[in-house]
């Protein structure tokens, strides 16, 4: 049963598992797609505003209203109501959409203020990243890979990965799309 409107689907090819998350909600849903059998659920601490599946570590990224992304275990089996356990970055943007490029191992964000920002996940993963704080607003730089934010000056709506042209395609809110190569990763 879902409570609102389905704002986003992502098929999971690795897992066959399709990740459902509702408009204004805290909860992303994993499905079985044959079935479309609830498998399980995360609840998380903020309104949720996108999804991604970040497949070389098996993590599902989740973005929050409050500015953070949190990275959960996509094997973890369990209804968990209390995620105080979270690992989880600070973001400087509002992430509205997210992609995760393997051959360059960066999760690709952006939001609000129509910057684009790349995250190392193999620097996340590796450390402490965890260990978030939130006195120091500026910790999350070591995390983004050099040259990095760029910027347009609308909303980011949409991010697709082209990994035969090793492009980035980007949706901004003004209705244009911009590609961005990826050769200098």
Request: charged share 20%.
């Amino acid at each position: 049963m879902h409570h609102n409107y389905i704002e986003r689907v992502h098929y999971v090819a690795q897992r066959d598992e399709l990740l459902f998350s509702e408009q204004g909600m805290k909860t992303v849903r994993i499905y079985d797609p044959a079935t479309i059998q609830k498998k399980r659920e995360y609840m998380v601490s903020g309104t949720i505003l996108c999804v991604e599946y970040i497949t070389d570590w098996n993590i599902v990224a989740v973005s929050l209203s409050n500015r953070q992304i949190v990275f959960i275990d996509a094997d973890d089996t369990h209804k968990v109501k209390d995620r105080t356990a979270e690992k989880r970055i600070h973001c400087p943007d509002s992430t509205l959409s997210m992609v995760y490029v393997p051959r360059n191992y960066c999760l690709f964000t952006g939001g609000l203020t129509g910057a684009l920002y790349a995250w190392n996940m193999q620097t996340l993963v590796s450390g402490s990243y965890y260990k978030y704080d939130p006195s120091v607003p500026s910790s999350y730089t070591m995390f983004l890979v050099p040259g990095l934010p760029w910027f347009q000056t609308h909303e980011i709506s949409l991010m697709l990965d082209i990994p035969s042209l090793d492009v980035l395609s980007v949706g901004y809110s003004d209705g244009g799309i911009r590609i961005w190569s990826l050769k200098a990763f």
